[in-house]
């Protein structure tokens, strides 16, 4: 809904319907890609160079991006596929839990 708002700033005659079709569509012609955000939320990207997927973390709200070559992923990818026949889309890949920094503030070990 935030999008719509900025358009409607340019345009208040905006509709939500033409944002999103607008964003179809631009997504059919590969100019963006979307995922899901921590609260489930989609996200539009302006088509990233290279796949990826996101980290969140559930206490401060810290966000990292998954580089699709990082050897966790690959290994976790590898591992679905080789377990279950599965094919991870990277680009849709989002993992949600506690970043290095609050684990070691809870006391907590990774």
Known sequence: MELVERCRELDPGTIPSTV????????????????????????????????????????????????????????????FAAQRGFAVNVSHLTMIGRCAACQAEAGETG
């Open 20 to 79: 999103y079709r607008t964003l179809d569509v631009l997504e059919e012609l590969g100019v963006l890609s979307h995922s899901h955000g921590a609260d489930g939320r989609e996200e539009f990207h302006v088509l990233p160079e290279t796949e990826h997927g996101h980290l969140y973390c559930q206490r401060c709200g810290g966000q990292w991006e998954l580089a699709a070559d990082d050897p966790a992923v690959l290994a976790a990818v590898d591992s």
